[in-house]
């Protein structure tokens, strides 16, 4: 089945220990999402790629940043995490068109803790 | 006031009931509506995505978009125990190139056998 694949499901990582969270997909999507989700709270976007096209939201801590190497894979950097870094983090793809968006569809998540 | 309000429950139903789930909105521009489920632990799941007003069916899930009053819901017919989940309605604006999702903060429904 075609799909977003998250890895790892779990990570713990220090304070200020530098962390690589992973996406692939296989839907030939051409954008890739970042999202932060604490509990209870409704995912927050971190930025996207629109093809090459990098997209920062304006309120993105600098502590974050991303890659995508090829189509299929997304990774997000956590340069220097904070304990309040921790939280689920959500890769989601969707294929936009000029006729119109397309919906996301989201990975099951990496749990990120911090010791 | 938030672009998209959803009530975050929790929400306590016995099996077999009908589950109303419900957002306001308030920006006009929003086009495309989808409702996720997300189960603990795991990542939002695409239920039902619709485009402007009107009803869609899928099975056990209505979805209803009422564009004039900016609300829209979700019902679930003869729910189950598999059904206890977190709710989020998603919607984004006009058709065209990229646009930003908004989602809703989510309901937690809860199915008692």
């Known amino acids: 089945d075609a799909m977003v694949i998250q890895n790892p499901r779990y990570q713990v990582t220090q304070f200020g220990k530098p962390v690589t969270l992973s996406c692939s997909q296989t839907l030939n999507h051409n954008v890739m999402y970042w999202y932060q989700q604490k509990s209870s709270q409704a995912p927050k976007l971190l930025f996207h790629?629109?093809?090459?096209?990098?997209?920062n939201e304006a309120d993105t801590p600098d502590n974050f940043q991303s890659r995508r190497p090829n189509t299929s894979f997304c990774f997000l950097d956590i340069r220097s995490p904070g304990l309040g870094d921790a939280a689920m983090y959500l890769c989601a793809t969707s294929r936009v068109r000029e006729t119109g968006n397309q919906p996301q569809h989201f990975g099951d998540g990496t749990r990120l803790s911090i010791l | 006031q938030k672009e998209v309000e959803q009530d975050p429950g929790p929400l306590s139903v016995p099996e077999g009931a009908i589950v109303s789930l419900n957002c306001t909105y308030s920006?006009?521009?929003?086009?495309?509506f989808m409702w996720y489920r997300q189960y603990s632990r795991k990542g939002p799941e695409l239920l039902m995505y619709?485009?402007?007003?009107g009803n869609k069916e899928d099975g056990r899930f209505t979805a209803q978009v009422d564009k004039s009053s900016k609300y829209i819901s979700l019902f679930i017919r003869d729910s189950q125990p598999s059904d206890s989940a977190t709710y989020l309605c998603a919607m984004s604006g006009r058709s065209g190139g990229y646009q930003k999702v908004t989602f809703g903060i989510g309901t937690k429904l809860q199915v008692i056998p």
């Open positions: 920006n006009s521009a929003f086009q495309y």
């Open positions: 790629y629109y093809d090459k096209d990098f997209n």
């Open positions: 619709t485009y402007s007003s």
